[in-house]
Nanobody, 127 residues
């Protein structure tokens, strides 16, 4: 089992920044690719970003590419999502997730590829 706890959400104005953190415990953190997803009210959960086991490979949704940065610190068992130039359409509950079973370059964009999920943290961007 891997337990994931997100933090860092909150209320921010358009154009502002937030950094989300996701602390992992349980199994070896570096064995898992990590991802961030989000879900707005009335919408399906959507992919935001993913990072490989040692951080060499990252992938982003088109909607956040160039504004968001995913990173990880395996010594701290933590993955981060730096969000800049926030827009009202970024408002959602943000979830981190862990995907096992892949190689060092493995990343995953589909929520079905993930084995463990956090409880989510709310991000609200006011206009």
């Amino acid at each position: 089992q891997v337990q994931l706890v997100e933090s860092g959400g909150g209320l921010v104005q358009t154009g502002g920044s937030l950094r989300l953190s996701c602390a992992a415990s349980g199994r070896t953190f570096s064995n898992y690719a990590m991802g961030w997803f989000r879900q707005a009210p009335g919408k399906e959960r959507e992919f935001v970003a993913t990072i490989s086991r040692v951080g060499r490979t990252t992938r982003y949704a088109d909607s956040v590419n160039g504004r968001f940065t995913i990173s990880r610190d395996n010594a701290k068992n933590t993955v981060y999502l730096q969000m800049n130039s926030l827009k009202p359409e970024d408002t959602a509950v943000y979830y981190c997730a862990a995907a096992g079973g892949g190689g060092f370059s493995y990343t995953a964009r589909n929520h079905g590829d993930y084995d463990y999920w956090g409880q989510g943290t709310q991000v609200t961007v006011s206009s």
